[in-house]
């Protein structure tokens, strides 16, 4: 009665084993430059600065990092598709391995968004991909932080605000809808119409921190909202994160 089961076993060991090596030799290889990968390079920078970090005044250091800069840079738009599966975690087997033994201890959203800061406006054909990302990644930090590489790379007004507007009244997560109207309101900027329609229609949401963002929004519309040949001074501007104004 052994016998058939160790078979099983084995036939399915079998395919595992060809799906690791088919995938290994089918994926496109993580590119590299003077014989080091990306996430070797991304890996000095962000162990030294980090996407939120001022780099520190150490001369050796501050080496270190313009030379992953200029690493990135030559890599240029080949960077783009490793840093995409950084932020959405889609990894393949190889990828797997691969990560668990170089990167352990990294956060891959971290490095994808070292990436995208360090190629710049270089980086929009990822655009498309970041917006699918924005709708659709299961998790809410990772949707915020392709949120902010999409206006980092100075996306086409045209494009960010459906995306946002979209974002602000249908995400399930609180933290996600409040940050997209806030850079929505304070950092894109929107029309008076677009505006109050946009903050009117959340007045009633269930969520109370975004019905109170909206709210705050709303009652302020002259000053938020204004039509590009009558742009208002934002000096003035509420800090909406702790709800406090000047």
């Known amino acids: 009665m052994k ?13 595992l084993l060809g799906w690791l090596a088919i995938s290994i030799a089918c994926d496109p290889e993580e590119p590299s ?35 992953s800069e200029n690493a990135v ?16 975690k889609e990894y393949d087997a190889r990828d797997y391995f691969h990560f668990s033994a170089s990167i352990k201890g990294y956060s891959l959203n971290g490095m994808a968004e070292t990436v995208f800061d360090i190629l710049g406006e270089e980086a929009q054909p990822a655009t498309p991909t970041l917006i699918q990302l924005a709708r659709n990644d299961r998790d809410a930090k990772t949707r915020i932080i392709v949120m902010r590489l999409l206006k980092k790379l100075n996306t086409d007004k045209k494009i960010l605000v459906p995306v946002f507007i ?6 399930k997560d609180t933290e996600v809808r409040c940050y997209a109207l806030s850079v929505l309101v304070e950092e894109i900027g929107l029309d008076s119409k677009t505006g109050n329609d946009l903050t009117t229609s959340l007045l009633h949401d269930p969520d109370e921190k975004v019905r109170h963002r909206a709210e705050l929004y709303n009652d302020r519309a002259d ?24």
């Open 3 to 15: 016998k058939p089961l160790l078979t099983i076993s084995g036939i399915i060991v079998a395919i």
């Open 73 to 88: 840079k030559a890599i240029g738009t080949n960077a783009i598709p490793t840093a995409l599966r950084w932020l959405s």
């Open 223 to 246: 000053f938020f909202f204004a039509d590009s040949s009558d742009e208002k001074d934002k000096s003035g501007i509420v800090e909406t994160n702790n709800i406090q104004t000047k």
């Open 33 to 67: 430059y003077e014989g080091r990968t990306l996430s070797q390079w991304i890996m000095t920078n962000y162990a030294t600065s980090g996407p939120y970090i001022e780099p520190p005044n150490n001369t050796q250091i501050n080496a270190q990092i313009k030379a």
């Open 166 to 171: 979209e974002c602000a009244k249908e995400d």
